[in-house]
């Protein structure tokens, strides 16, 4: 049971003790089960000098209600009588006492006289003479209080007063003073009755925080021993790693409540990818290396990338490769890497130095291809013929005569006739011959096209195969050719067309706009956005198909500008409680800018509100919106017409904030991207926004001097650029101080 205290805080000190005069209260506590019932206090006093009455000035917390009052018991006298033996009577004090509270505070007045023979005569002490030696102990009043929950002091003081009479007594010197007694009242603490949750982690490293109860509670979070802010009901968890959250809840007149709970965050699970060699019946005298695991899975030959599955084609001799393979999830490894030796052996049964190979081709769904095929021959070659095999779906076109649209490189001679026909086992088989037996150009090189149209559906790789395949000689010598396939890789999107409508048009502006402020456009491929293939969407990818759409064609973008000395500023902020303040962000800048994308953190306490752009950007459109986090604002600025932003300097955004809480942390704007007008991308340094500081401790970029800035991973690893997700950015600046930023892509 939890209790309320009222103690003597001085026993012993001057402020309840003056010579021999003390004034006290009896210890006593008030249980939670009488809360609001009235306890009774005695005020009990030990004079050694004659009094004949006495004040008592008694000043209550406001924790404790004053009930009433009433006149002490328990009185007696020690003295000497007229044979000089000792005695004890019983003194009492009269039942005249008044009650006054002064100005409406919690100060009541009593006032009581002493009658120590009973007469009721209260000037007289009747046959008591006093002598030196003699006291008076006696329980002066008594006061009802009501318990509440806060604590606070109790203060008694005393006006003792007397007067001579007719047996000699007289007043003690001194006797107007004062007499003081402080007595603390602790506060009465009740449990909370609800409870405290902690959620499960989630992948984004976030942790549900709150209280299930019907009082008004404020919550605190400590990660291993600090605090951490709680945003929007989450704590985040900084890093990987083993955690012991601990959470309290807290209101005024309760026993604080704690709730710990242990969590490990650690990175995905990952396997060791496998590297996996064959052949495939489809594709002859080819060996098939592909590589399988988490993530996106990169695959190397002899060190250089190529696709997966990779296809080598035998030749004419043995040949052994080093395939390695890692996985990585945008852009970040996350597994280790797999090694393995592939050897491919030399065909045999063909004549090695005469035989047709393909060129793998990409595509999107719903193109139309030209496959072309290529010849090597170490020998004259005047005839061919072979069958090629479409993936299904796929369909050979053919011209308005009906005929299959093949044509023949300029390695043909003049009377060189090519045609085709389908076969009975649904091949197209292929036919070229000279009536005059002249000889094909050159010893290598593409020999004849066919073309083709993609299926609407059409996604990944696709095999092509030639088969049946001969050549015939100037000597008319008939060579068997081995087997050949390429690949036809069917990419499923129109690199711009991020809504998947089969045309670039400014609704794809719109919409990589909508998905880049975390509004879920639907459609949106995500692989036709990343206009510059670094992985990630960004306002650059929104211009580059600006650009597009203005120019109804695709250039491949530059690449970024190296980090230059343009930034962002703005002026620190003072904000209480209630309050609405304007942020002002300026533009400083030497390039010439169409675009800018940034993300602002606000600390607990702030919300922001009212985005907007000065005259700087007259002819552009401005975009805000909460990201999935809860807690990042990203803002675009672009124009459609790929305007420049006008001017230098001076401010180029603003926006209000509004405190609903006491702040005193900053707020911080990341993620900052520009985009020059022409088309490239420079990314400028973080800003922070000083609140209800002292003194600002904002420095720009330009002013300190940059000397590298240095990406990694949650886990520590080392970038080469931002990947998706959670990067650290650190940066070095010309004086040898180093910023570490956390930004979440």
Same mark, same amino acid.
């Given at each position: 049971?939890?209790?309320?205290?009222?103690?003597?805080?001085?026993?012993?000190?001057?402020?309840?003790?003056?010579?021999?005069?003390?004034?006290?209260?009896?210890?006593?506590?008030?249980?939670?089960?009488?809360?609001?019932?009235?306890?009774?206090?005695?005020?009990?006093?030990?004079?050694?000098?004659?009094?004949?009455?006495?004040?008592?000035?008694?000043?209550?917390?406001?924790?404790?209600?004053?009930?009433?009052?009433?006149?002490?018991?328990?009185?007696?006298?020690?003295?000497?009588?007229?044979?000089?033996?000792?005695?004890?009577?019983?003194?009492?004090?009269?039942?005249?006492?008044?009650?006054?509270?002064?100005?409406?505070?919690?100060?009541?007045?009593?006032?009581?006289?002493?009658?120590?023979?009973?007469?009721?005569?209260?000037?007289?002490?009747?046959?008591?003479?006093?002598?030196?030696?003699?006291?008076?102990?006696?329980?002066?009043?008594?006061?009802?209080?009501?318990?509440?929950?806060?604590?606070?002091?109790?203060?008694?003081?005393?006006?003792?007063?007397?007067?001579?009479?007719?047996?000699?007594?007289?007043?003690?010197?001194?006797?107007?003073?004062?007499?003081?007694?402080? %007595?603390?009242?602790?506060?009465?603490?009740?449990?909370?009755?609800?409870?405290?949750?902690?959620?499960?982690?989630?992948?984004?490293?976030?942790?549900?925080?709150?209280?299930?109860?019907?009082?008004?509670?404020?919550?605190?979070?400590?990660?291993?021993?600090?605090?951490?802010?709680?945003?929007?009901?989450?704590?985040?968890?900084?890093?990987?790693?083993?955690?012991?959250?601990?959470?309290?809840?807290?209101?005024?007149?309760?026993?604080?409540?704690?709730?710990?709970?242990?969590?490990?965050?650690?990175?995905?699970?990952?396997?060791?990818?496998?590297?996996?060699?064959?052949?495939?019946?489809?594709?002859?005298?080819?060996?098939?290396?592909?590589?399988?695991?988490?993530?996106?899975?990169?695959?190397?030959?002899?060190?250089?990338?190529?696709?997966?599955?990779?296809?080598?084609?035998?030749?004419?001799?043995?040949?052994?490769?080093?395939?390695?393979?890692?996985?990585?999830?945008?852009?970040?490894?996350?597994?280790?890497?797999?090694?393995?030796?592939?050897?491919?052996?030399?065909?045999?049964?063909?004549?090695?130095?005469?035989?047709?190979?393909?060129?793998?081709?990409?595509?999107?769904?719903?193109?139309?291809?030209?496959?072309?095929?290529?010849?090597?021959?170490?020998?004259?070659?005047?005839?061919?013929?072979?069958?090629?095999?479409?993936?299904?779906?796929?369909?050979?076109?053919?011209?308005?005569?009906?005929?299959?649209?093949?044509?023949?490189?300029?390695?043909?001679?003049?009377?060189?006739?090519?045609?085709?026909?389908?076969?009975?086992?649904?091949?197209?088989?292929?036919?070229?011959?000279?009536?005059?037996?002249?000889?094909?150009?050159?010893?290598?090189?593409?020999?004849?096209?066919?073309?083709?149209?993609?299926?609407?559906?059409?996604?990944?790789?696709?095999?092509?195969?030639?088969?049946?395949?001969?050549?015939?000689?100037?000597?008319?010598?008939?060579?068997?050719?081995?087997?050949?396939?390429?690949?036809?890789?069917?990419?499923?999107?129109?690199?711009?067309?991020?809504?998947?409508?089969?045309?670039?048009?400014?609704?794809? %502006?719109?919409?990589?706009?909508?998905?880049?402020?975390?509004?879920?456009?639907?459609?949106?491929?995500?692989?036709?956005?990343?206009?510059?293939?670094?992985?990630?969407?960004? %306002?650059?990818?929104?211009?580059?198909?600006?650009?597009?759409?203005?120019?109804?064609?695709?250039?491949?973008?530059?690449?970024?500008?190296?980090?230059?000395?343009?930034?962002?500023?703005?002026?620190?902020?003072?904000?209480?409680?209630?309050?609405?303040?304007?942020?002002?962000?300026?533009?400083?800048?030497?390039?010439?800018?169409?675009?800018?994308?940034?993300?602002?953190?606000?600390?607990?306490?702030?919300?922001?509100?009212?985005?907007?752009?000065?005259?700087?950007?007259?002819?552009?459109?401005?975009?805000?919106?909460?990201?999935?986090?809860?807690?990042?604002?990203?803002?675009?600025?672009?124009?459609?017409?790929?305007?420049?932003?006008?001017?230098?300097?001076?401010?180029?955004?603003?926006?209000?904030?509004?405190?609903?809480?006491? %702040?005193?942390?900053?707020?911080?704007?990341?993620?900052?991207?520009?985009?020059?007008?022409?088309?490239?991308?420079?990314?400028?340094?973080?800003?922070?926004?000083?609140?209800?500081?002292?003194?600002?401790?904002?420095?720009?970029?330009?002013?300190?001097?940059?000397?590298?800035?240095?990406?990694?991973?949650?886990?520590?690893?080392?970038?080469?650029?931002?990947?998706?997700?959670?990067?650290?950015?650190?940066?070095?600046?010309?004086?040898?101080?180093?910023?570490?930023?956390?930004?979440?892509?």
């Amino acid at each position: 049971m939890k209790r309320i205290f009222l103690t003597l805080a001085a026993l012993c000190s001057m402020n309840c003790l003056m010579a021999s005069e003390y004034l006290y209260i009896n210890n006593f506590e008030i249980s939670r089960d009488k809360l609001g019932s009235s306890i009774t206090v005695p005020v009990r006093a030990h004079f050694d000098y004659l009094v004949s009455g006495f004040q008592i000035d008694l000043t209550l917390p406001n924790g404790l209600t004053f009930t009433g009052a009433s006149m002490g018991s328990d009185s007696y006298i020690s003295y000497l009588d007229e044979a000089g033996i000792s005695q004890t009577a019983n003194a009492g004090i009269s039942s005249n006492i008044s009650m006054q509270r002064i100005l409406g505070f919690s100060t009541f007045t009593t006032i009581g006289y002493w009658d120590p023979n009973g007469s009721g005569n209260y000037e007289s002490y009747g046959t008591i003479k006093w002598e030196p030696g003699d006291y008076a102990e006696m329980c002066l009043l008594t006061f009802d209080v009501a318990a509440g929950f806060t604590g606070g002091e109790i203060i008694v003081k005393t006006i003792p007063n007397c007067s001579s009479d007719a047996r000699g007594n007289t007043c003690h010197p001194g006797q107007e003073n004062y007499r003081y007694c402080q %007595v603390t009242v602790e506060p009465m603490i009740q449990d909370l009755t609800g409870t405290i949750f902690i959620g499960d982690l989630t992948e984004m490293g976030l942790i549900e925080i709150k209280y299930d109860g019907p009082e008004d509670v404020d919550l605190s979070a400590f990660l291993n021993g600090s605090q951490v802010l709680i945003s929007n009901g989450y704590v985040r968890l900084p890093a990987y790693g083993d955690y012991e959250i601990i959470v309290q809840a807290h209101a005024d007149g309760y026993q604080d409540l704690f709730y710990a709970k242990y969590v490990s965050w650690a990175l995905p699970e990952t396997e060791k990818p496998t590297i996996t060699v064959y052949q495939d019946s489809s594709m002859p005298n080819q060996y098939i290396v592909q590589a399988t695991g988490l993530g996106t899975v990169i695959l190397y030959i002899d060190g250089v990338e190529v696709s997966n599955p990779f296809v080598i084609e035998q030749g004419n001799e043995d040949v052994t490769y080093i395939a390695t393979a890692t996985a990585q999830e945008s852009g970040c490894l996350i597994s280790e890497t797999a090694t393995c030796e592939v050897f491919v052996p030399k065909l045999t049964g063909y004549d090695p130095d005469n035989y047709f190979t393909v060129a793998d081709v990409t595509a999107f769904h719903r193109d139309t291809v030209v496959l072309a095929v290529s010849m090597t021959n170490a020998t004259a070659i005047t005839a061919f013929q072979t069958d090629i095999y479409l993936p299904s779906g796929f369909v050979a076109l053919k011209d308005g005569y009906g005929d299959y649209m093949v044509e023949l490189s300029s390695r043909k001679s003049r009377d060189h006739v090519i045609m085709a026909s389908d076969a009975s086992d649904g091949a197209i088989t292929v036919i070229c011959y000279s009536t005059g037996l002249k000889t094909f150009k050159g010893n290598e090189g593409e020999l004849f096209y066919i073309t083709v149209k993609v299926p609407a559906d059409a996604s990944g790789d696709y095999p092509l195969l030639l088969k049946n395949s001969f050549m015939t000689t100037n000597e008319y010598e008939e060579l068997d050719v081995r087997e050949t396939s390429g690949t036809i890789h069917v990419l499923a999107f129109i690199t711009g067309d991020v809504n998947d409508s089969g045309t670039i048009t400014v609704t794809d %502006v719109v919409t990589i706009a909508r998905y880049i402020l975390d509004q879920h456009p639907t459609p949106f491929v995500i692989e036709a956005a990343d206009i510059n293939g670094d992985g990630i969407i960004t %306002v650059t990818d929104l211009v580059l198909i600006a650009r597009m759409v203005m120019t109804a064609g695709y250039n491949a973008p530059l690449h970024s500008l190296p980090l230059t000395h343009d930034s962002l500023s703005a002026g620190s902020l003072s904000i209480e409680a209630g309050q609405t303040r304007t942020v002002s962000i300026e533009l400083n800048n030497a390039s010439r800018y169409t675009a800018m994308q940034l993300d602002l953190h606000l600390p607990g306490g702030l919300t922001a509100s009212n985005f907007r752009l000065t005259g700087r950007a007259g002819k552009h459109q401005l975009d805000a919106s909460i990201l999935d986090d809860g807690t990042t604002t990203r803002v675009l600025c672009y124009s459609p017409a790929l305007a420049a932003i006008d001017g230098t300097e001076d401010a180029l955004l603003t926006f209000d904030v509004t405190a609903t809480a006491p %702040v005193e942390d900053n707020i911080v704007v990341d993620g900052i991207e520009m985009v020059t007008t022409g088309y490239q991308t420079a990314r400028l340094e973080p800003l922070a926004i000083g609140v209800n500081a002292t003194t600002s401790t904002i420095e720009t970029a330009a002013a300190r001097g940059i000397s590298r800035i240095d990406y990694y991973n949650v886990a520590g690893q080392h970038l080469s650029q931002p990947c998706q997700g959670v990067n650290i950015v650190v940066t070095t600046y010309s004086d040898g101080s180093r910023s570490t930023v956390k930004v979440n892509r």
